[in-house]
Antibody, heavy 120, light 113 residues
Framework: QVQLVQSGAEVKKPGASVKVSCKAS????????MHWVRQAPGQGLEWMGI????????NYTQKFQGRVIMTRDTSTNTVYMEMRSLRSEDTAVYYC?????????????WGQGTLVTVSS | DIVMTQSPDSLAVSLGERATINCKSS????????????LAWYQQKPGQPPKLLIY???TRESGVPARFSGSGSGTDFTLTISSLQAEDVAVYYC?????????FGQGTKLEIK
């Protein structure tokens, strides 16, 4: 079955970087876009950006441009989200979520989430 | 950016009764070229990722119980649970995928009365 498995929880100090992974299985990796969404504690869902695993092209929401890099490794069917210059307000659960063959689609399934805590 | 506004923010419904959640977008989500509304609904239970319920505004995802239905077009959409079950307690989100940046409603918390 289609499955997205993310890396484990991280604790980082302000100013540091974090890299979260999302390993896909059960489908043709390069045929489906992958999105990243975050959720601060007790808050709603915030879309961060999208990567096309086929060519690696990305599109980030303006808020994260210059601070987030999304990459992929087709040899391991894994996408990565790296965020730099972390601040306390980046404390959140980060999800990867599969789109479809179009960059504009619903998300299904979602990874289990990775809690990133930023604290001094 | 397209702003998605859900109402109400929270809702308490008796078991077996109907629950209705509304979602309004700041611009139309209807693509004239294919006559489809680029809107989805998700259910999120505590400690879990969101789960897809509905896409294209009214198409139920495989495996989702028939008591869940979506309706609406353009800028006004509704998620209806026809007969509330205990396992439906969750936060529900609408999601527009008409254009980037993709945006979500703020969520509606559904509880048992």
């Amino acid at each position: 079955q289609v499955q997205l498995v993310q890396s484990g929880a991280e604790v980082k100090k302000p100013g540091a970087s974090v890299k979260v992974s999302c390993k896909a299985s059960g489908y043709t990796f390069s045929s489906y876009y992958m999105h990243w969404v975050r959720q601060a504690p007790g808050q709603g869902l915030e879309w961060m950006g999208i990567i096309n695993p086929s060519g690696g092209r990305t599109n980030y929401t303006q808020k994260f441009q210059g601070r987030v890099i999304m990459t992929r490794d087709t040899s391991t069917n894994t996408v990565y989200m790296e965020m730099r210059s972390l601040r306390s307000e980046d404390t959140a659960v980060y999800y990867c979520a599969r789109g479809y063959s179009s960059s504009l689609s619903w998300f299904d399934p979602w990874g289990q989430g990775t809690l990133v805590t930023v604290s001094s | 950016d397209i702003v998605m506004t859900q109402s109400p923010d929270s809702l308490a419904v008796s078991l077996g009764e109907r629950a209705t959640i509304n979602c309004k977008s700041s611009q139309s989500l209807l693509y004239s070229s294919n006559n489809k509304n680029y809107l989805a609904w998700y259910q999120q239970k505590p400690g879990q990722p969101p789960k897809l319920l509905i896409y294209w505004a009214s198409t139920r995802e495989s495996g989702v119980p028939a008591r869940f239905s979506g309706s609406g077009s353009g800028t006004d959409f509704t998620l209806t649970i026809s007969s509330l079950q205990a396992e439906d307690v969750a936060v529900y989100y609408c999601h527009q995928f008409y254009t980037t940046p993709i945006t979500f409603g703020q969520g509606t918390k559904l509880e048992i009365k």
